[in-house]
């Protein structure tokens, strides 16, 4: 990412990782806190809290508890699925 940053901005490879290192720290930041982060045309990163379940040891089939945790999940948007699957979204606008 450093590099794309590099190329397509016209920062110097040290500022171009410096601002990288920054938007990701600051992300990390808002998921540490809880907070979602949505990333227009991309998706969002989602912290949502999983209570205390049961779960089975694959190899012995025991029950053992899994404790309360919470996860991160992203959800991708519309316009990166469709980007994804090889659709361009201009031609989708389109055809609407």
């Known amino acids: 990412?450093?590099?794309a940053v590099y190329q397509k901005v016209g920062l110097s490879l040290t500022e171009s990782a410096s601002l990288v290192e920054l938007v990701l720290k600051e992300i990390t930041d808002c998921?540490?806190?809880?907070?979602t982060v949505k990333l227009s045309s991309f998706g969002s990163f989602v912290v949502r809290k999983k209570g205390q379940r049961i779960g089975r040891n694959p190899k012995t089939g025991k029950e053992v508890p899994?404790?309360?945790r919470r996860v991160m999940v992203f959800k991708?948007?519309?316009i990166l699925k469709q980007r994804i699957n090889?659709?361009?979204v201009a031609?989708?606008?389109e055809h609407a």
């Open 86 to 88: 090889g659709h361009d």
């Open 31 to 35: 998921l540490e806190r809880g907070e």
């Open 66 to 68: 899994i404790s309360p």
């Open 1 to 3: 990412m450093c590099e």
């Open 76 to 78: 991708p948007s519309a």
């Open 91 to 93: 031609d989708e606008a």
